[in-house]
């Protein structure tokens, strides 16, 4: 069986097109899926991958715009709006 890489906070704000102060709200918030092993909080792409598909479903808050350079991305913000 092969283990899913963990990711940390700014691989998760790449992949999102956020920031890492934003994804570490998210986490403080209980808004995206993570874990925690003590002080350090983690990823799994795949859990990210799904909870990115039932918001983009159920929510105007992403806007699906793909990024030109990787076109799987989705952003949750319009460029520049950022916040965080």
């Given at each position: 069986?092969?283990q899913?890489?963990?990711?940390?906070?700014?691989?998760?704000?790449?992949?999102?097109?956020?920031?890492?102060?934003?994804v570490?709200?998210m986490?403080?918030?209980g808004?995206?899926?993570?874990?925690?092993?003590?002080?350090?909080?983690?990823?799994?792409?795949?859990?990210?991958?799904?909870?990115?598909?039932?918001?983009h479903?159920?929510?105007?808050?992403?806007?699906?715009?793909a990024?030109?350079s990787?076109s799987d991305?989705?952003?949750?913000f319009?460029?520049g709006?950022?916040?965080?």
């Amino acid at each position: 069986m092969v283990q899913e890489k963990m990711m940390i906070a700014r691989e998760v704000a790449a992949y999102l097109r956020c920031s890492s102060s934003t994804v570490r709200r998210m986490v403080r918030r209980g808004q995206i899926p993570h874990y925690r092993f003590g002080k350090l909080v983690r990823f799994r792409l795949s859990e990210i991958e799904r909870w990115l598909a039932l918001h983009h479903e159920g929510s105007m808050l992403l806007r699906g715009r793909a990024s030109s350079s990787n076109s799987d991305q989705l952003s949750l913000f319009p460029t520049g709006e950022e916040n965080g």
